[in-house]
T-cell receptor, first 114, second 119 residues
Framework: AQSVTQLDSQVPVFEEAPVELRCNYSSSVSVYLFWYVQYPNQGLQLLLKYLSGSTLVKGINGFEAEFNKSQTSFHLRKPSVHISDTAEYFCAVSEVTGGFKTIFGAGTRLFVKA | GAVVSQHPSRVICKSGTSVKIECRSLDFQATTMFWYRQFPKQSLMLMATSNEGSKATYEQGVEKDKFLINHASLTLSTLTVTSAHPEDSSFYIC???????????????FGPGTRLTVT
């Protein structure tokens, strides 16, 4: 069975600074990897996904993530954050042969300060 | 883009009553829908996978008789919380997969969630 670990529960950062949200996963088979963002009292919005191919994935709102198979990581980065990026971010994993069941990490609260 | 709606967005009910939450795919047909539960400041926990025309598959620890799931059509799945108790209070989120993407992975499209409060 797969699992996801988000190493930071909260990440405070100043506006226009770079940010990295860390995610590690565990699985015995090939996986698909995702990052979602959730604003208060709302559902999830897909930021980006890795299915195959290039390990550097670019998503919406200027975010990108890099899949590192040897380190089983999929860290999310943004070079310059905005106040509006304040939200909860979830890393998620689905095993390729797992019937598309998706397991979510515990989430990282990104708080952007002025 | 694909849109998933949930109704109601917020509901308050008395302990012992039942509550039905609807999840609809508005502009696509969904072969599979998922129901998640999210406690405050916590992650999403998958409750069950719902396939159109067949019984839902529940995750370990989820009471199937308490959380009734029906996926009667390709655009509608319902979650009924029966004999609700205060501990059932939570944020319930559904997601749906587009049947046109069966050949590949297929993205999950999430609904906006339903806040259930049991008093």
């Amino acid at each position: 069975a797969q699992s996801v670990t988000q190493l930071d529960s909260q990440v405070p950062v100043f506006e226009e600074a770079p940010v990295e949200l860390r995610c590690n996963y565990s699985s015995s088979v090939s996986v698909y990897l995702f990052w979602y963002v959730q604003y208060p009292n709302q559902g999830l919005q897909l930021l980006l996904k890795y299915l195959s191919g290039s390990t550097l994935v670019k998503g919406i709102n200027g975010f990108e993530a890099e899949f590192n198979k040897s380190q089983t990581s999929f860290h999310l980065r943004k070079p310059s954050v905005h106040i509006s990026d304040t939200a909860e971010y979830f890393c998620a994993v689905s095993e390729v042969t797992g019937g598309f069941k998706t397991i979510f990490g515990a989430g990282t609260r990104l708080f952007v300060k002025a | 883009g694909a849109v998933v709606s949930q109704h109601p967005s917020r509901v308050i009910c008395k302990s012992g009553t039942s509550v039905k939450i609807e999840c609809r795919s508005l502009d696509f047909q969904a072969t599979t829908m998922f129901w998640y539960r999210q406690f405050p400041k916590q992650s999403l926990m998958l409750m069950a996978t719902s396939n159109e025309g067949s019984k839902a598959t529940y995750e370990q620890g989820v009471e199937k008789d308490k959380f009734l799931i029906n996926h009667a059509s390709l655009t509608l799945s319902t979650l009924t919380v029966t004999s609700a108790h205060p501990e059932d209070s939570s944020f319930y989120i559904c997601s749906a997969r587009d049947r046109r993407e069966l050949g590949g992975f297929g993205e999950q499209y999430f609904g906006p969630g339903t806040r259930l409060t049991v008093t």
